[in-house]
């Protein structure tokens, strides 16, 4: 089966091995992965921010790239929540655009819904070892209700001891542009998350979106705390 | 859903607020549950109007003259709401909804037949005038305002025991 | 009194917020408490998406019939012996009230806690007239001892343990210290047992109106609305326009839902349904009963697309699962409503140039949403304010900017990859730019970015 990988920015700017993961557990399990080049950002910065105007700009590049007719796999919850919840409400009143958005919105996948509901991956057997815990991001729980996917695949991986996080879909103060216009919050809100890493004794902690995991690093960094910081992406891709 | 099972869940919801429940079968057994009830307990007010209350008027050393003296109050009030557990006081037939409010104790006595099942039944069985005042009492008086912890007895009484008789 | 903190300050009330030791223990406390209580108290409901379904239904069905329905009520209240003013603004409504207690020489009165009137700044404004206003909620008396705002639309003095509590009393009460919860309960018992019984007149909010019978409704634990609006002759109640909803059967809808959603609880201690004055006959009731029907922005709001707001029933949920609410408390928002619904109403009520900090005082995580018993859309509400105070120019003019450029390289992958490179270059030096510390919490660009190793 053909499918379309969008990086997101995060990860094609700071993460890239998030997305060599995302190829290997793609072709792993048969699938085609296309990577148009000429992809950038989703938008969700502006549009989370208010700047409707850049947001539609981002969307409508990425209208012009991704098409509905092949399954678009994404690394990452908002990034998936943007095109899937927001294009179309963007374009509500534009009928050309919102009929690709619409088509486009159906054919995208966060990784782990497309990892289970379409690939079974969750029945594959990776392997591992360690103590891991998982952070629920937002957009990826409230927004897209992909709440077991992720725990699904974590928990099948053999030799892996799953503990869960308490409050594990509490934020963990990123927030995008919050995390810039209020740092002393953003940093409070992360020091919980981390502390409660800390208290589950978890090795690895596993997430969906690098925007949570690259605040929750920081913030276990700042708390003198080696737990090590992953994307499930990667996670599973190692035990292949 | 039966009489019995009404009552029931009715005083199973109002023990898990707080509220002592007794289940009197007749008037003997409702005298003597109050007595037992108020047996520590003095000055007591009873406004003696209905015929349960006239049942349980205490004797003369422990009556009280009015609600604002006494340490509790006796009262048959107008009903309940199993679905809440709560019991349900109305203004109307001159009663005074102070007696059960001022007093640290608060003894409501309820007729089986004026439980309501739900929330619902209630308010449909409200005809266009409704009395000036009706209040649901649920459990005794409460807060958390202090630390999120619970203390019982702030303003209203701290002692609420429902007696369906 | 401190100064008082404005919303234009947000970020700096809550960077002293947050070094607040003790009034971020009690948050954290709270937050604990709350949603445990909260998940307690709708663990038993069968199916409560079909009871938010209801509350939701019936706040918009009045939202959108709302004037027939201030109609209504107005009527039916006064038939019912009550006498209704319809207040444009805080100004209008304080001066109402302060010519009904002038014209009794009211001059001591007892208030069950209200919000609206929180709002409309009624006791600064009752006390400059000489008249004595004693806070009856617990939690509102403590706050007024110390001189505060309430920081939590439920529970006032949230913010404060009970050591500063023991204090406050010990200083103002004349009584010794005591730390303990129901030492220091007990001694507000008595204390306001006594001005219960020697007011004048009583003030209260309403928790909802309903329009069929012109009756207020009143939910309280302590039994202090009880006494505020039964004992005193004279009782004015003050409340906004929408908070009518249509009939009595209606209210079930609510009485299910806000004590649930507002502390676990399946019912608060008390309810009270008033419908105007003491009826020949009766010996419970006020005998003069005056009721403030105040607007104060709300029709305004209600022909704007964030009308949804008004919605609300103040249960107080999505403040107790906000993170940001959480770590700073009420009062850095220096707003009479604090939290989710806190940023929206205040925005609407006060202007965006007062308050638009505010939006800022969220990272959009959308559990507040998520908790809303009458589905307010919090989430949308707050994107949408986002846009408008992108669209009206209140934004920091380096952000503009950086997005407009964003907005140019996005559609662009050369200028796209070229900006991924400068960036990395630059980044030593773009982490000392005066605002971007935030640079030093991210890791640094790639040289070999994704885009690279897949071309």
């Not at chain 2, 205490?58 to 009030?77: I, N």
């Not at chain 2, 007093?103 to 308010?123: G, K, M, Q, W, Y």
């Not at chain 3, 002038?102 to 404004?125: C, I």
């Amino acid at each position: 089966m053909k499918t379309q990988l969008f990086a997101t920015c995060l990860v094609d700017t700071f993460f890239p091995e998030t997305g060599e993961a995302t190829v290997r557990l793609l072709r792993h399990f048969g699938m085609d992965v296309e990577f148009p080049k000429d992809q950038t950002c989703c938008g969700k910065p502006p549009n989370s921010a208010g700047y409707t105007y850049e947001a539609k700009e981002a969307a409508r590049h990425f209208l012009s790239i991704f098409h509905g007719n092949a399954p678009i796999v994404i690394p990452s919850g908002s990034c998936a929540s943007m095109i899937k919840l927001h294009y179309p409400e963007m374009f509500k009143n534009e009928p050309r655009m919102l009929e690709k958005a619409e088509a486009v919105a159906a054919a995208t996948f966060e990784l782990t819904q497309f990892l289970v509901h379409k690939l079974q991956a969750h029945r594959a057997g990776f392997a591992g070892n360690g103590k891991v815990t998982y952070h629920s991001s937002c957009q990826l729980t409230r927004e897209l209700g992909v709440r077991e996917e992720p725990l699904l695949l974590l928990k099948s991986v053999n030799g892996v001891e799953f503990l869960p996080l308490p409050n594990a879909d509490r934020c963990c103060g990123f927030g995008g542009v919050f995390m810039a216009k209020l740092p002393e919050i953003s940093i409070a809100i992360a020091d919980e998350k981390a502390q409660a890493v800390a208290g589950t004794g978890a090795d690895t902690i596993v997430g969906c979106d690098h925007g949570c995991l690259m605040n929750i690093s920081d913030a276990l960094k700042r708390q003198g705390n080696a737990t090590q910081v992953k994307h499930i992406a990667r996670f599973l891709a190692e035990g292949l | 859903m039966t009489r019995e099972n009404t009552i029931d869940i009715f005083l199973k919801n109002a023990k898990s607020v707080g509220a002592g429940t007794v289940l009197a079968a007749d008037l003997d057994e409702l005298k003597q549950s109050v007595s037992k009830i108020i047996e520590d307990t003095e000055p007591v007010y009873c406004p003696g109007k209905t015929d349960k209350e006239a049942a349980v008027i205490p004797p003369e050393e422990k009556r009280a003259p009015d609600y604002f003296s006494a340490q509790a109050t006796v009262e048959e009030v107008f009903g309940a709401i199993a679905e809440t557990g709560s019991i349900v006081c109305s203004s109307q037939d001159g009663r005074e909804l102070q007696a059960g409010l001022l007093p640290a104790h608060h003894v409501a006595i309820v007729a089986r037949e004026n439980i309501f099942s739900t929330l619902d039944d209630f308010f449909s069985s409200l005809g266009p005038e409704i009395p000036t005042n009706i209040t649901f009492i649920t459990g005794p008086s409460r807060t958390a305002d202090i630390e999120l912890t619970l203390t019982v007895g702030v303003h209203g009484p701290e002692r609420l025991d429902v007696i369906v008789c | 009194m401190s100064k008082p903190k404005t919303s234009l300050d947000f970020r700096k009330n809550s960077v002293e917020a947050l070094a607040d030791t003790a009034m971020r223990e009690a948050m954290r406390n709270s937050t604990a408490v709350f949603s445990g209580h909260r998940e307690q108290g709708f663990s038993t409901v069968p199916d409560l998406e079909s009871w938010r379904d209801r509350a939701s239904d019936i706040r918009s069905r009045v939202l959108d019939n709302l004037s027939e329905y201030v109609d209504k009520f107005a009527a039916n209240a006064t038939s019912a012996g009550a006498v209704v003013y319809r207040a444009k603004d805080a100004e209008a409504s304080r001066d109402i009230i302060a010519a009904i207690l002038r014209d009794r020489g009211a001059k001591k009165v007892v208030k069950a806690k209200s919000m609206v009137s929180e709002e409309v700044y009624l006791n600064a404004h009752l006390e400059e007239q000489g008249v004595e206003v004693v806070e009856t909620d617990l939690g509102e008396y403590i706050v007024q001892l110390a001189k505060e705002r309430p920081s939590h639309i439920l529970a006032p003095a949230l913010h404060k343990n009970r050591r500063q509590i023991g204090e406050l009393f010990a200083k103002h009460l004349g009584v010794d210290y005591t730390d303990d919860p129901e030492v220091l309960t007990k001694i507000a018992r008595k204390v306001l047992r006594k001005k219960f019984l020697e007011a004048a007149a009583g003030i209260s909010g309403a928790n909802f109106a309903v329009a069929d019978t012109g009756s207020i409704i009143l939910f309280t634990n302590e039994g202090n609305g009880r006494m505020v609006t039964t004992l005193p002759r004279l009782h004015i109640a003050i409340l906004t326009i929408e908070k009518i909803i249509p009939s009595l059967t209606d209210l079930s809808a609510f009485i299910r839902l806000l004590p649930r959603s507002a502390t676990g609880q399946i019912h608060s201690s008390y309810m009270s349904i008033i419908t105007g004055t003491r009826n020949p006959g009766e010996e419970t009731g006020a005998e003069e009963l005056h009721i403030v029907l105040l607007d104060n922005g709300r029709w305004d709001i209600l022909a704007g697309e964030c009308r949804e707001i008004l919605k609300c029933i103040r249960c107080g949920a999505c403040m107790n699962v906000c993170p940001v609410y959480g770590s700073v408390g009420g009062h850095a928002y220096g707003s009479t409503y604090p939290g989710p619904m806190g940023i929206i109403l205040t925005t609407m009520l006060e202007g965006m140039e007062k308050s638009h900090p505010l939006l800022d005082a969220t990272t959009l995580c959308g559990v507040c949403a998520d908790v809303c018993p009458v589905r307010v859309p919090l989430l949308k509400l707050l994107y949408t304010l986002r846009e408008r105070r992108t669209k009206e120019g209140l934004v920091p003019s380096l952000e503009r900017t950086a997005m407009a450029a964003f907005g140019l390289v996005v559609k662009s992958p050369t200028l796209f990859s070229w900006g991924q490179g400068m960036s990395r270059i630059s980044w030593p030096l773009l982490s000392k730019i005066p605002g971007s510390e935030t640079l030093e919490r991210l890791p640094k660009p790639v040289k070999d970015t994704f885009r690279r190793r897949m071309s």
